[in-house]
């Protein structure tokens, strides 16, 4: 027996790591893709309530006005669709949250950042849709392979 599968055998769950779901099996790929749903769902929530709190003059965050309903709107058919796993949509969800990213902080800078707390929920959102992404790659693969 060599060295890989001396370790894999004292680490039966080596691929399903808590940051890196794995993706083998259809049940899993569904799983991964859902936290890329629940990343759209949380941006699509938290954009809805600071934009209902701007439409009623309350701005806890800047950048956030009654037009960022369209935002949240986006992001609520983000989570839909790759919750119904499109793997296009997947992509789509991490593309506009990128950009979304890079033009808040090309808006506002560096001092407009939220700390520590904001990179870390950044980085969780981020890998979301990076999971989206391979949970809806995975599972289409996984039906075609029926």
Not at 27 to 48: L, Q
Not at 62 to 79: C, E, H, N
Request: positive net charge; aromatic residues 14%; hydrophobic residues 50%.
């Amino acid at each position: 027996m060599n060295e890989l599968e001396v370790e894999s055998s004292k680490n039966p769950s080596n691929d399903n790591i808590w940051w890196w779901p794995s993706v083998s099996d259809a049940a899993g790929a569904k799983k991964a893709a859902h936290e890329g749903a629940g990343s759209a769902v949380f941006i699509a929530c938290v954009t809805t309530l600071f934009s209902v709190l701007s439409i009623f003059g309350i701005q806890i965050l800047s950048g956030f006005s009654p037009y960022s309903l369209i935002d949240a709107g986006l992001f609520a058919l983000v989570a839909w669709r790759i919750y119904k796993m499109s793997r296009a949509w997947a992509v789509v969800g991490l593309l506009l949250y990128i950009y979304e990213r890079i033009y808040s902080f090309y808006l506002r800078g560096s001092s407009g950042s939220v700390g520590l707390v904001g990179v870390l929920v950044g980085a969780m959102l981020l890998l979301g849709f990076v999971h989206g992404i391979r949970g809806t790659f995975a599972y289409q693969r996984t039906l075609l392979n029926k």
